[in-house]
């Protein structure tokens, strides 16, 4: 915890209300000092809120988890051991055994990597084909992004859910397909949100003079644009990157995710519901984990919104202050 | 001879030559439909039924209820009790008069002459004869339905007069009586009924029960037919409900919702067991699971790696894992019970022997097999885990790909895989059991097994008429087909029903076909 003590009340930079409208804009205006000064700033008003903390740390674990997954397991993640089959919790297995006697402590942790892969390289995909579509969609305008914009409305037309289906349909079930699907799913709310973000630093002043000095467009996306776009685009990552998890699940779920014996949350579910009213332990584990990673992902999406949005920001360094003063004996 | 299984779903038809199959799995949740309550009172609808109203869950709801185009078992469980075939399976499964009342064959078996049964009629009222019984036959040969191939040995079939039907085969035909009446696939419909296309929905039959409402996604009512040939039913009718969730169609029935269902997963038994008002049926039944090694691609075109793999199994584990202890094992397709079984159990769980044979089969790097398994049938994903987990010290790496069971019979047709489990249900003539699967221009044989002295025994085994020759010659070609591990036989399942004590008279069938005919049920 960064609290602030008496002996040090104001940081230099905790300075609110950086004048000249958005800060990302801002930043992205003065390139050479931005970068260095700024993100200390935000980091630290991130871990003023205890809830950032506890969601940073809790993926930190399941960082490490995902890493080391099969190197903590306790037991080989597919060795069948039907004899052992259906064994409740005990000291030989933590989170007892599935019904065909694998250990469940052992299969959510080498879990963890599956499912955490297949967001993040999902959300990626997303990330890299959205932010670029949504970049060149609202720096160029006109016909461009008439064109993709409306490509975009079809996509979103259609329930995440089905469009992912469809596509697992279509290229059939397995890893890599359900990273792609995940994917495609997710791209055009990075394309809007990039464009939006891309549109009004588009009209800033700052552009202009640089179109006008000569700046080719390539330097401008990348020095003006990109900088300007990227609190939102991290906000959404987060919070995609839960939803991904989520998504992975529930088509594991249907069965139509990752392949047995490979394990995944959703998959893992998969397996446990037919035996919900003998085994809980098959259920509620992976359950538990799917919930608690989630969880942790949205919690730290709203917090680094909250930080990164210029209004909350003044709004966290104001309370920031007034705690900073009351500690230090200070009336406002 | 129904392709494959599992209590709760099944298709009819041949899987080699049948496109299009449609099938229902229990587990696909939607469209259940649990009318627990009001279902009873209000089946009835007939004048004339007095006695109380069946309640019966099963585990999904039918496809269509035209017994001749269905492929799948839900539909069948209704059916069987609207519809009548010639001749019906007894509960030893041995042919007996329904339509028909008596039968005879010429002297060179090439004449089969049936005797009809007078006097009965359809549930509208209008008259059964020989007409019927050729339209019938007819209709499933010209429209090519899934169980066209039973008439495969039949050139002609013709009335006679009124209440004679004649049935002419190009070489004697000793399993005709289970080719006919096996199942309600095969059974008499009505022309008009049939013309209108009213049979999908509201099929008319000559069985002990009419048909008096279809809601889809809900329910269907049966009502007793008074006027049925065999005597009219004590019951007055039977309401059927859909209940693919297993809890909760157990739950159902120990709270006197429903009286009798085969929603039940064998890993649930146990919790009925025991239970105050439950009677449980598990019969062993004449389906049977496989493994098939597809012969085509290397190395299981050899027959030591083929047997390396049938060592190497681990069939104690698979058998709890799928059933719990409620399957037999079983080394070859007929179970104990029938007539026409065969001792054997050439196999057991060796790894070294799977190494020796793996070496002499000339495999010395690691392989990797594409195991096709469907979610449909769940089964197969469970084994197929396991089947993993034994070959991997094998050096054997098995990727299993879950595919739709549509799915799974393309690939399965064209090929595409090195190993699948599947089974056979409705399997009555030792022929059902073994000719289109391992017969060199069997329509099922995708493994692409070929042994020309297996085809000779099968050949001759079709038109042998001595029944002990007969039992000789298959059990001659099972013991090759199992040696050469055409087939990985692994377990016949058993049926597994529930029903409450109020219900009398009812038997769980091995051959899975449910009859409420001759029931009783304590008046509620």
């Not at chain 2, 996604?217 to 007793?224: F, K, M």
């Not at chain 2, 009812?506 to 509620?524: E, G, P």
Request: net charge negative; glycine share 8%; with cysteine.
């Amino acid at each position: 915890m960064t609290q602030l003590t008496p002996g040090s009340p104001l940081p230099e930079d905790a300075v609110p209300g950086q004048p000249g409208g958005p800060s990302g804009v801002a930043t992205a205006a003065r390139p050479d000092e931005g970068p260095a000064a700024r993100p200390a700033a935000g980091w630290r008003l991130l871990l003023d809120s205890p809830v950032n903390v506890v969601s940073a740390v809790v993926l930190l674990v399941v960082l490490v988890v995902a890493l080391l997954g099969p190197a903590l397991a306790p037991y080989a993640v597919n060795a069948v051991d039907v004899p052992a089959a259906l064994q409740p919790p005990s000291g030989a297995h933590w989170f007892g055994t599935d019904d065909l006697g694998r250990d469940v402590l052992s299969r959510t942790l080498v879990a963890t990597r599956v499912s955490l892969q297949v967001a993040v390289v999902a959300v990626a995909f997303a990330l890299v084909v959205g932010v670029g579509a949504g970049i060149v969609s609202g720096y160029a305008g006109g016909w461009l992004d008439t064109v993709l914009m409306r490509l975009v409305d079809v996509m979103f037309a259609f329930p995440v859910m089905l469009l992912a289906l469809a596509i697992v349909a279509v290229l059939g079930p397995g890893l890599t397909t359900t990273q792609l699907a995940i994917g495609i799913v997710y791209t055009p709310i990075f394309a809007r949100v990039a464009r939006a973000s891309a549109l009004s630093v588009r009209v800033e002043p700052f552009v202009q003079v640089s179109r006008t000095m000569g700046t080719g467009h390539a330097l401008i996306l990348r020095r003006h644009i990109l900088p300007g776009i990227a609190g939102p685009v991290i906000v959404q990552t987060s919070l995609s990157v839960a939803f991904a998890i989520l998504s992975e699940a529930a088509l594991s779920f249907l069965g139509l995710g990752v392949q047995p014996p490979r394990p995944s949350w959703g998959r893992m579910l998969f397996d446990a519901q037919g035996f919900l009213s003998q085994a809980w332990w098959m259920a509620v584990f992976p359950g538990l984990a799917i919930f608690v990673t989630v969880l942790a992902f949205n919690l730290l999406g709203d917090g680094l919104r909250d930080v990164l949005d210029p209004r909350q920001r003044s709004l966290l360094r104001t309370r920031r202050l007034l705690r900073a003063h009351r500690r230090a004996g200070v009336r406002p | 001879m129904r392709r494959s299984p599992a209590p709760r779903a099944l298709t009819v038809g041949l899987a080699g030559a049948t496109a299009g199959l449609l099938v229902l799995t229990a587990c696909s949740g939607g469209g259940e439909a649990v009318d627990l309550d009001g279902g009873a009172s209000g089946a009835a609808g007939g004048g004339e039924a007095t006695g109380p109203v069946l309640r019966a869950a099963i585990a999904g709801e039918p496809d269509q209820l035209d017994p001749q185009s269905t492929s799948s078992y839900f539909s069948f469980e209704v059916l069987e009790n609207v519809f009548d075939t010639l001749v019906e399976p007894d509960e030893n499964l041995e042919m007996q008069p329904a339509l028909a009342e008596s039968w005879e064959t010429s002297e060179d078996g090439l004449t089969w002459t049936f005797t009809l049964r007078e006097g009965v009629t359809f549930h509208d009222g209008s008259e059964f004869t020989a007409e019927d019984v050729v339209y019938s036959y007819d209709r499933i040969v010209d429209e090519e339905l899934s169980n066209a191939w039973k008439f495969g040995s039949v050139t002609d079939v013709v009335a006679t007069d009124d209440s004679t039907v004649t049935i002419t085969v190009s070489a004697p035909t000793p399993n005709l009586l289970s080719s006919l009446g096996g199942f309600k696939g095969l059974a008499i419909v009505e022309q008009a009924n049939v013309e209108s296309g009213d049979i999908t929905t509201k099929p008319v039959g000559t069985g002990p029960f009419e048909l008096t409402d279809y809601t889809p996604g809900d329910s269907i009512d049966l009502v007793a037919n008074p006027d049925y040939w065999g005597g009219a039913p004590e019951i007055g009718g039977i309401h059927y409900t859909f209940v693919s969730e297993g809890s909760t169609a157990i739950a159902a029935l120990q709270n006197d919702e429903i009286d009798w269902t085969d929603s039940i997963p064998a890993q649930q038994l146990e919790s009925l067991e025991g239970a105050e008002g439950v009677e449980v049926g598990v019969t062993p039944s004449n389906d049977y699971w496989y493994l098939a090694l597809n012969e085509a691609k290397e190395p299981w075109g050899t027959v030591e790696a083929r047997q390396a793999i049938a060592y190497a199994i681990d069939r104690e584990s698979i058998l709890q894992a799928v059933s719990y202890g409620t399957a037999q094992e079983n080394q070859l397709a007929i179970p104990e019970d029938s007539v026409w079984y065969t001792d054997y159990s050439t196999y057991s769980y060796d790894e070294a022997r799977a190494r020796d044979l793996l070496a002499q089969a000339g495999v010395t790097g690691p392989v990797t097999m594409d195991f096709l398994a469907t979610s449909d049938y769940p089964e197969t994903v469970t084994a197929a885990q396991i089947i993993a987990s034994n070959l991997e010290p094998l050096g054997i790496t098995v990727n299993i790909r879950t595919v739709d069971f549509a799915t799974w019979l393309d690939e399965q047709n064209s090929g595409n895989f090195d190993l699948l489990m599947m089974g056979w249900l409705g399997n009555i003539d030792p022929d059902d059991f073994y000719y289109s699967q391992h017969h060199s221009q069997g329509g099922s044989n995708a493994q692409g097994y070929a042994n020309p002295e297996v085809d000779r025994l099968l050949d001759a085994a079709r038109t042998e008429t001595d029944e002990a020759a007969r039992k000789d010659l298959y059990a001659q070609a099972a013991t090759t087909i199992a040696d050469e591990a055409s087939y990985i036989y692994l377990y016949n399942p058993s049926v597994i029903q529930a029903w409450s004590t109020d219900l009398e008279g009812y038997t769980a069938r091995s051959d899975r076909a449910i009859r409420f005919r001759d029931v009783t049920l304590a008046q509620r």
